[in-house]
């Protein structure tokens, strides 16, 4: 579950620094990411790391506008662009690394018609070296002072006991006197997908640092908005609900992932609002609602909602890219749609389609238990991923993160430029 960061909105809104755009420039046969600011951050620090390379920007008291998704790394050194929040004020973006490359960094005061400017170069080996380049053509840039070398971070064997596990609630769709779809040789969709699901709360347990919920442990039916409510009242971080499709054609195949569409957000929102007895119950009952006027309620519920969509769509496409190593897909991208179990404000929710139950050929393969465990563990492995990425605060995930983070680190450079005085700007 996301801890929603709105309750803080005041203070976010006054941060020294919001990146407004961000993009990758080539120059030279070299590149440079450079991000604009509305305001110089508090300090910076930008380091390399290995196994595996990357770029890392920290900016003290700072967030993000701009969209990360958008920037062409075709040709480029960089693989992938990622952020998160850091240390509840902090940002942190990460540039993961198709081969490595040193890092020189420079931050630009403002001048006429220009915002603040972080500029990161990165340089490849085989790359023309910094006293041979073209200068980057931004104004009034100042180099970032080199920082002494870090103390090596401490570091513990041995995870902290108030550490929580990751919890994953697991939704069988159907049940009881629902049977779902059914498919050749009276498959049916509630069977299937009960067996896949408890299949994935195995592998989940077996898992340090993860805890399945199953929402659904036998054949018995539950209303479709109370899969949401069960899911969060076990405190589960995300929703996977587990589905088998079914279509006239019986030769329609392959799995699908869905989460909600900004449509289905947006009508959510208005329900929740409208609905008082909801309103102290959203954001997992750590926001109320019902003593905020109409237009901060909305504004903290369509930031929820967001915030949530995004997780859910990058939670889904690890699933998705997964899932391909074991069946064949429906849509090679994360689809949206209005389901109801997808429908919580503040739990990042996908439901996976584990084929077509109506195709003779997949249903044979839905029966079998092997391949029920084949699916299995292509969920797990995408959910994994997400959170290898994304891990939630206080998880034992995120402490051997930061462990692996600090090893690296001992080793690495980083620069820190300090907040200009009054009489410097």
Same mark, same amino acid.
């Given at each position: 579950?996301?801890?929603? !960061?709105?309750?803080?909105?005041?203070?976010?809104?006054?941060?020294?620094?919001?990146?407004?755009?961000?993009?990758?420039? $080539? =120059?030279?046969?070299?590149f440079?990411?450079?991000?604009d600011?509305?305001?110089?951050?508090?300090?910076?620090?930008?380091?390399?790391?290995?196994?595996?390379?990357?770029?890392?920007?920290?900016?003290?008291?700072a /967030?993000? @506008?701009?969209?990360?998704?958008?920037?062409d790394? +075709?040709?480029?050194?960089?693989?992938?662009?990622?952020?998160?929040?850091r240390?509840?004020?902090?940002?942190r973006?990460?540039?993961?690394?198709?081969?490595?490359?040193?890092?020189?960094?420079?931050?630009?005061?403002?001048?006429?018609?220009?915002? #603040?400017?972080?500029?990161?170069?990165? /340089?490849?080996?085989?790359?023309?070296?910094?006293?041979?380049? $073209?200068?980057?053509?931004? &104004?009034?840039?100042?180099?970032?002072?080199?920082?002494?070398? &870090? +103390? &090596?971070?401490?570091? #513990?064997?041995?995870?902290p006991?108030?550490?929580?596990?990751?919890?994953?609630?697991? =939704?069988?769709?159907?049940?009881?006197?629902?049977?779902?779809?059914?498919?050749?040789?009276?498959? #049916?969709?509630?069977?299937?997908?009960?067996?896949?699901?408890?299949?994935?709360?195995?592998?989940?347990?077996?898992?340090?640092?993860? $805890?399945?919920?199953?929402?659904?442990?036998?054949?018995?039916?539950?209303?479709?908005?109370?899969?949401?409510?069960?899911?969060? @009242?076990?405190?589960?971080?995300?929703?996977?609900?587990?589905?088998? =499709?079914?279509?006239?054609?019986?030769?329609?195949?392959?799995?699908?992932?869905?989460? %909600?569409?900004? @449509?289905?957000?947006?009508?959510?929102?208005?329900?929740?609002?409208?609905?008082?007895?909801?309103?102290a119950?959203?954001?997992?009952?750590?926001?109320?609602?019902? =003593?905020?006027? &109409?237009?901060?309620?909305?504004?903290?519920?369509?930031?929820?909602?967001?915030?949530?969509?995004?997780?859910?769509? /990058? %939670?889904?496409?690890?699933?998705?890219?997964?899932?391909?190593?074991?069946?064949?897909?429906?849509?090679?991208?994360?689809?949206?749609?209005?389901?109801?179990?997808?429908?919580?404000?503040?739990?990042?929710?996908?439901?996976?389609?584990?084929?077509?139950?109506?195709?003779?050929?997949?249903?044979?393969?839905?029966?079998?238990?092997?391949? /029920?465990?084949?699916?299995?563990?292509?969920?797990?492995?995408?959910?994994?991923?997400?959170?290898? @990425? #994304?891990?939630?605060?206080?998880?034992?995930?995120? !402490?051997?993160?930061?462990?692996?983070?600090?090893?690296?680190?001992?080793?690495?450079?980083?620069?820190?430029?300090?907040?200009?005085?009054?009489?410097?700007?």
């Amino acid at each position: 579950m996301i801890a929603f !960061w709105a309750i803080a909105l005041p203070g976010s809104l006054h941060a020294a620094a919001v990146i407004e755009h961000a993009r990758l420039v $080539r =120059d030279a046969g070299n590149f440079r990411l450079e991000l604009d600011l509305s305001g110089a951050p508090t300090s910076y620090k930008v380091f390399t790391m290995q196994a595996p390379d990357r770029v890392v920007i920290d900016l003290d008291n700072a /967030q993000l @506008r701009a969209s990360l998704r958008g920037i062409d790394l +075709a040709n480029s050194p960089v693989r992938n662009l990622r952020s998160g929040i850091r240390d509840g004020t902090g940002l942190r973006i990460v540039m993961d690394l198709a081969q490595r490359v040193s890092a020189q960094s420079a931050i630009s005061a403002p001048t006429a018609g220009n915002p #603040h400017r972080l500029v990161v170069n990165l /340089q490849t080996p085989g790359s023309r070296t910094a006293s041979t380049a $073209r200068p980057v053509t931004t &104004p009034s840039l100042a180099k970032a002072p080199t920082a002494p070398r &870090p +103390a &090596p971070a401490t570091t #513990h064997s041995h995870p902290p006991a108030k550490l929580r596990n990751v919890v994953i609630a697991i =939704d069988a769709g159907h049940g009881g006197e629902d049977p779902g779809a059914i498919g050749p040789a009276r498959t #049916h969709e509630k069977q299937v997908v009960l067996a896949i699901s408890k299949a994935l709360a195995t592998l989940v347990n077996r898992e340090p640092g993860y $805890r399945a919920v199953l929402v659904r442990t036998g054949d018995y039916f539950i209303p479709l908005a109370k899969r949401p409510a069960i899911a969060r @009242r076990a405190g589960a971080d995300i929703m996977v609900s587990v589905h088998a =499709d079914a279509f006239d054609n019986d030769t329609a195949n392959g799995a699908s992932v869905y989460a %909600l569409s900004q @449509r289905g957000a947006t009508s959510e929102t208005a329900k929740y609002l409208a609905d008082r007895e909801n309103r102290a119950d959203l954001i997992g009952g750590s926001v109320a609602l019902n =003593d905020k006027d &109409p237009v901060l309620a909305g504004v903290i519920l369509d930031l929820a909602m967001t915030a949530t969509l995004n997780h859910s769509l /990058q %939670l889904g496409d690890q699933v998705l890219k997964s899932m391909a190593g074991v069946s064949r897909l429906h849509n090679h991208r994360v689809e949206q749609a209005g389901f109801v179990v997808l429908k919580s404000p503040d739990m990042p929710s996908i439901l996976v389609e584990t084929g077509f139950i109506s195709n003779p050929g997949e249903a044979r393969k839905l029966r079998d238990p092997a391949h /029920q465990k084949r699916l299995a563990s292509a969920i797990f492995t995408g959910v994994k991923r997400h959170f290898e @990425r #994304h891990p939630p605060d206080g998880t034992r995930i995120a !402490w051997e993160q930061r462990q692996r983070s600090s090893r690296s680190e001992q080793a690495a450079v980083s620069t820190t430029v300090p907040q200009p005085s009054i009489a410097q700007r």
